[in-house]
């Protein structure tokens, strides 16, 4: 079986339906983006998904904006990373002149502004990282699992070896 990467026309359908979200006025994609706003206001969240959005977003009130950040409307599909395509798809709803700074690639150091990043340090003040789903066609597309959770024998399966004291203490926590 072809991983996601290697499949031609997963890839294709991908770029087309990206090309056909790109392809919608701006006003249709101002109100699809006010309508999920105002549909669903903070108070009436669940929890749990609040709990995950300060995850991902620990930006305070007041927090300094990058002096690089970049116009959404500058931003394109071809001068830019494929990024763009995920960037695009949520950001052209709030308006072509809302400045953001995007790093793309895999992060490995807070930025000195605040910036959306698909990875981050986990240690540390690291609230200017803000976590975004850039190349969600090779991170987030979960294949569907024909045998049922329940159905399932409990194992539990890593690469490497077990020279390390975390890996043990779980292995005697779960064994």
Do not use: C
Not at 149 to 168: C, E, H, I, T, Y
Request: aromatic share 12%; no cysteine.
């Amino acid at each position: 079986m072809k991983s996601r990467e290697e499949n031609p026309v997963g890839r294709l359908n991908f770029f087309l339906r990206a090309l056909w979200r790109h392809a919608l006025p701006a006003p249709i994609r101002r109100w699809r983006t006010q309508k999920i706003l105002t549909g669903n206001p903070p108070g009436r969240l669940p929890e749990s998904i609040l709990h995950r959005l300060d995850y991902y977003n620990k930006l305070s009130a007041g927090a300094i904006a990058a002096p690089n950040a970049r116009p959404i409307g500058a931003m394109t599909y071809m001068q830019d990373s494929f990024y763009v395509i995920d960037f695009l798809e949520i950001a052209k709803g709030f308006g072509a002149e809302l400045a953001v700074e995007t790093l793309f690639g895999d992060i490995t150091q807070v930025p000195e502004y605040p910036s959306l990043v698909k990875s981050r340090p986990i240690r540390g003040d690291n609230a200017n990282s803000v976590l975004f789903p850039f190349d969600k066609f090779r991170h987030f597309k979960f294949p569907k699992d024909p045998i049922a959770r329940d159905a399932k024998r409990p194992f539990a399966v890593w690469r490497g070896r077990d020279n390390n004291s975390q890996r043990l203490a779980a292995v005697s926590a779960f064994h």
